[in-house]
């Protein structure tokens, strides 16, 4: 088949929808000062009538008087004990302070506190493309193995979950009459990893033109720093839905190490450190390729079977990140976040966006383009499997995710 195909659609502007105004908040317990005992004074015996106690001067000092300075010293006592005590837990807070607004500006090309969002208080929805990615030196370090588009309407925290295929066919750069696979975007636009900010916009444009949505925001994560963060978090709880096994590359370089290993999950509730997550939210070679046997879940083993289980990891990390346990955690766990993760929403907005994200909604949006709805599997002129619209028809693509986005 020929190459010769229409993938620049017309730009739709993204819709403007208002859900109900959901209140709420964690409140964290208020931390109480130490508190110190403070020692009473010692009682003096009553003086002889006639012989009342004089000073070193010799003019006589009355008992009261002398009890009230006692008093004062031990009152100024505790008030330098309690400003020591402020002090200090100032010194923590600033401290603590400066290293979220260091992490923030190393993780985004906004400032920390800034917000593009009116920090999600905005009745429109607001799309951010989250892209995975290998890491490394090796050939093919930075191709996004994985591209998902979270879409929240924060006001009704309305949240839907569109997984974009790698292997879609599209042509890039735009108009040049050239063709790859979805995944190269990045690769391309950041020139293999030099300049993340262009490839996050040159993702983000075209997954724009894809899905209708007004896509602006992006965030790459390196699995190599992914599994750091899941284990500075203490691993993750996972319920597998389905068993399945395959192949595994035993190093992501292949020159290092070209050979495989077996993974296997079973269906059930299970931890995950990081290795364990990361193997199974991208393993996707059967058995077969490895010369291990047969895969007994070959439907796990899709494009569209590794997107579910990506969309399962990421809830589960935030599940544990919101867990109270975690917090104390949090912090060291932002030294693995700083080379995990990279993104054009600032520190501000985005924690917002993971606040106001309900992904325990039972109506919740997952959706995933696949060959079982809108696309269809072809060959490219060289050979490569790809993935395109059924028809050729991109705009069946728009129209479906927007009948099954979560208004």
């Keep these: 088949m020929t190459d010769n195909y229409n993938t620049e659609p017309m730009y739709p502007s993204s819709p403007h929808q208002q859900g109900k105004l959901v209140l709420g908040q964690t409140q964290r317990p208020q931390r109480r000062p130490y508190q110190y005992q403070a020692q009473q004074p010692t009682q003096l015996a009553q003086p002889p009538a006639l012989a009342p106690q004089r000073a070193q001067s010799g003019r006589p000092r009355s008992l009261p008087r002398l009890q009230a300075k006692r008093r004062k010293r031990g009152g100024r006592g505790r008030v330098l004990v309690a400003v020591l005590v402020v002090l200090i837990l100032l010194g923590v807070i600033i401290t603590t302070t400066q290293r979220v607004l260091a992490f923030g500006s190393a993780i985004s090309t906004q400032p920390p506190l800034s917000t593009q969002t009116l920090y999600m208080n905005t009745l429109d929805r607001v799309n951010l493309l989250v892209m995975g990615y290998g890491g490394g030196t090796h050939d093919g370090a930075n191709l996004t193995d994985s591209m998902l588009v979270m879409s929240l309407l924060p006001l009704s925290h309305h949240t839907s979950l ?30 293999n990893g030099q300049n993340p900010q262009a490839g996050g916009d040159a993702a983000a444009q075209k997954v724009s033109l894809i899905t209708g949505l007004d896509v602006r925001y992006w965030m790459t994560i390196n699995f190599t720093g992914f599994r750091e963060l899941i284990n500075s978090i203490g691993g ?8 399945f096994n395959a192949c595994y590359p035993k190093n992501d ?19 995950m450190d990081g290795e364990t997550a990361i193997r199974y939210a991208r393993a996707r070679e059967p058995l077969d390729t490895c010369g291990m046997g047969t895969s007994e879940n070959l439907a796990e083993l899709t494009d569209f079977g590794r997107s579910a289980r990506q969309q399962i990891i990421i809830k589960a990390v935030l599940a544990q990140i919101k867990q109270i346990s975690t917090w104390p955690k ?15 929403l600032s520190l501000a907005d985005l924690a917002e966006f993971s606040s106001k994200m309900d992904l325990n909604d039972a109506h919740t949006a997952h959706i ?8 269809q599997d072809e060959t490219s002129n060289d050979g490569q499997a790809i993935l395109l619209p059924q028809n050729n028809n991109w705009q069946a693509i728009v129209d479906y995710i927007q009948q099954n986005l979560y208004n």
């Design 330 to 344: 949090l912090l060291d766990a932002t030294t693995a976040l700083q080379h995990t993760i990279y993104t054009n």
């Design 253 to 271: 370089d292949a020159n290092v190490d070209a050979s495989w290993i077996k993974v296997q999950f079973n269906k059930g509730m299970q931890h």
């Design 162 to 191: 569109i997984s974009v295929p790698r292997d879609l066919w599209i042509q890039y750069p735009p108009n040049s009459g050239q063709f790859a696979k979805l995944n190269t975007v990045y690769q391309s636009g950041s020139n």
């Design 236 to 243: 993750i709880n996972v319920y597998v839905p389905d068993s």
């Design 368 to 375: 995933g383009l696949s060959n079982d709805n809108v696309l």
